[in-house]
């Protein structure tokens, strides 16, 4: 009888060498693509960030009347970069020209991820063009300043603090006549215009809060600051902030509360603290703090802002919505809601 044997062909170490090469240099391969798509993603990420932050600044400055406020300052911690809130892993952070630093108008963003080793910039300047390479030639971890978390948000308790749309809630003391004026304006497209008879000269002006109810709306003891813009024209009479009502303790007015400033938009502002007990009501006017003799003596009013606490936020409300505020109920007609700016 034959026995056949029968043998089974398997690999040689060369050939297994081979294939365990190959497996290597395709997971190599696979891993290199992988990380790659990874840090475009993440550099896709910080771009959407600075163009976000970019049409926040351009947002900014149009409600602000064209940029009347500097968006970045020169020194100091930056509220409006604060109030970003970059993706997560994202930094975002400013660099001023360290040649001129005395100029707030010499800037940069920059955006990176700690997870790149590479990171993005996006120069902008706020009048011209910022020194080219500003950013590129600091790395990110000396940045002059850096994003931080957002702070709790506020309220603006003035419910028609732009007159957008109409003068609801604003009226004339003392026989003066409030009217919305297109024709001048610190935020948006309008302001609040008050023409004075000669009749009550000392005590007339324009009412920008109206009975606001102590403890309901304004809570019992606390602190609010309440501010506003006025154009007054040369000529005419000096303007104070008046804090009225049965709901607020004493006032001590201080140098903020009144200007005599002129043909210059001038924000006025001023602190008070509401009744520890009971019930009451706040109004607050913005009056002549000199008499007028002429009948027909006009000032304007615009961007009133009332918060709670003593600090003086830049001005915002609802419309601001690219910067995180919303209006509470009707726009332009109720109080708003959002993060300092």
């Given at each position: 009888m034959n026995t056949k044997k029968h043998f089974q062909k398997a690999f040689t170490i060369i050939e297994l060498l081979v294939v365990i090469t190959v497996i290597g240099i395709l997971a190599s391969l696979t891993i290199i693509a992988y990380n790659n798509v990874q840090q475009s993603a993440r550099d896709k990420s910080v771009l959407s960030d600075l163009d976000a932050l970019d049409g926040l600044e351009t947002?900014?400055?149009?409600?602000?009347?064209?940029?009347?406020?500097p968006w970045y300052s020169a020194s100091g911690p930056d509220a409006n970069l604060d109030n970003f809130n970059p993706s997560a892993g994202n930094v975002i952070d400013i660099v001023l020209n360290n040649a001129t630093p005395s100029l707030a108008t010499e800037y940069c963003i920059r955006g990176y991820n700690p997870?790149?080793?590479?990171?993005?910039?996006?120069?902008?300047?706020?009048?011209?063009?910022?020194?080219?390479?500003?950013?590129?030639t600091i790395s990110p971890s000396t940045a002059a300043q850096t994003d931080s978390p957002l702070p709790p948000p506020i309220t603006n308790l003035a419910a028609n603090p732009s007159v957008e749309t109409n003068t609801t809630?604003?009226?004339?003391?003392?026989?003066?006549?409030?009217?919305?004026?297109?024709?001048?304006?610190?935020?948006?497209?309008?302001?609040?215009?008050a023409t004075?008879?000669?009749?009550?000269?000392?005590?007339?002006?324009?009412?920008?809060?109206?009975?606001l109810?102590?403890?309901?709306?304004?809570a019992l003891g606390t602190q609010f600051t309440v501010s506003a813009y006025v154009y007054v024209p040369t000529g005419t009479v000096d303007i104070r902030l008046s804090i009225q009502g049965s709901g607020k303790q004493t006032v001590s007015y201080g140098p903020s509360s009144y200007t005599s400033v002129k043909d210059n938009w001038t924000r006025?502002?001023?602190s008070f603290t509401t009744i520890t007990s009971g019930s009451g009501t706040v109004t607050v006017y913005v009056l002549n703090n000199t008499a007028t003799?002429?009948?027909?003596?006009?000032?304007?009013?615009?961007?009133?802002?009332?918060?709670?606490?003593?600090?003086?936020?830049?001005?915002?409300?609802?419309?601001?919505?690219?910067?995180?505020?919303?209006?509470?109920?009707?726009?332009?007609?109720?109080?708003?809601?959002?993060?300092?700016?």
């Open positions: 947002e900014y400055g149009q409600r602000s009347g064209g940029g009347g406020e997870n790149s080793a590479t990171y993005t910039s996006l120069a902008k300047a706020a009048v011209k063009e910022s020194t080219p390479g500003v950013c590129s809630g604003l009226s004339g003391p003392n026989s003066t006549v409030v009217a919305r004026d297109t024709s001048r304006a610190k935020i948006g497209v309008a302001s609040l215009v004075m008879p000669v009749a009550n000269a000392s005590q007339v002006g324009a009412t920008i809060i109206y009975n109810a102590v403890p309901t709306t304004l006025i502002s001023q003799t002429v009948a027909g003596t006009q000032f304007w009013v615009d961007g009133v802002m009332l918060t709670a606490g003593p600090s003086l936020y830049n001005y915002a409300d609802g419309s601001y919505t690219m910067a995180g505020w919303s209006w509470t109920g009707t726009a332009n007609n109720s109080t708003s809601t959002g993060t300092p700016l």
